[in-house]
């Protein structure tokens, strides 16, 4: 006795596809999977680019301020008292051998050293991430925080021997920062809901003539295979199964009346 031929069963991924329900829903969920993921791993990106991008300016305002202090410094033969600084988002100290701050500026006077760095004369160093409490002298409100990128310049006299400490504040590369975050967290569901409309719309479209061809043979009789279905214009996949659905209705009409004529002979004779 031969096997009985074996029946293919449903993989898991099948499984999971029918459990989503129908086509438009499966559409519109993959899709709406696939642009999420995307629009989210395209976000991450260009957070890492802008926050890199803001970081690296502040580090070069820096190392520019740092500069202009070991000018200044030189061309004065001392060190000044206060240290200038440009703005508030900037503050500036020059730190002796032994580590103790031999001037500052007027937002960070009295306070121990920004970093325990020491580079060698003529070497940049630079520190990101510092906490640091800097005084504010005006009533505008500024984008400063506790977070600060340090430029530490390595200065051998004469006058003055030691590091230029020059701190550059993040608040505003942070702040811009968290608004792009807050925009793409924001856009985020309003772009995939409308992918999810949009590819439900435009499935249930495309099935349309699909859905006409099964409502009309679902409405044929039994006994009258003579009606056909609508063949649409496009020469899609669904146009082709409904010119094979005619086909196939056409071989059982011929079946039927060869079935029919057969019978009648048999009766006659």
Same mark, same amino acid.
């Given at each position: ?47 890492? &680019?802008? =926050?890199? %991008? /803001? ?10 301020? $740092?500069?202009? @202090?070991? +000018? #200044? ?105 968290? &608004?792009? =975050?807050? %925009? /793409? ?10 992918? $999810?409309?949009? @590819?439900? +719309? #435009? ?67």
């Amino acid at each position: 006795m031969s096997p009985a031929p074996a029946v293919n069963q449903p993989t898991k991924w099948a499984r999971a596809m029918r459990w989503l329900g129908g086509v438009r829903v499966r559409a519109a969920a993959v899709s709406t999977l696939a642009v999420g993921a995307a629009f989210a791993l395209s976000s991450l990106g260009v957070l890492a &680019l802008l =926050r890199g %991008s /803001l970081y690296q300016s502040a580090a070069n305002t820096a190392q520019d301020e $740092a500069l202009i @202090v070991s +000018a #200044m410094i030189t061309s004065r033969g001392h060190a000044p008292v206060p240290i200038p600084e440009p703005a508030e988002e900037i503050a500036a100290q020059v730190v002796g051998p032994n580590g103790s701050v031999i001037t500052s500026s007027r937002n960070i006077a009295d306070q121990a050293a920004m970093v325990d760095i020491a580079p060698r004369p003529g070497t940049m160093v630079m520190s990101t991430g510092v906490t640091l409490r800097v005084r504010r002298f005006t009533h505008v409100h500024l984008d400063l925080d506790e977070r600060f990128v340090v430029a530490a310049l390595g200065i051998s006299g004469p006058p003055v021997r030691g590091t230029v400490l020059v701190a550059y504040s993040l608040g505003a590369a942070d702040h811009a920062i968290n &608004l792009v =975050r807050l %925009s /793409l967290m924001a856009g985020l569901p309003a772009l995939v809901l409308f992918v $999810a409309v949009l @590819v439900w +719309a #435009m499935t249930g479209w495309a099935l349309r003539p699909g859905e006409r061809s099964r409502s009309q043979v679902a409405e044929m009789a039994a006994t009258d295979l003579s009606h056909r279905v609508v063949e649409p214009a496009a020469r899609d996949e669904v146009g082709e199964l409904a010119r094979t659905m005619n086909e196939m209705l056409t071989r059982l009409q011929t079946g039927n009346e060869r079935q029919h004529q057969l019978i009648a002979d048999v009766s006659h004779e």
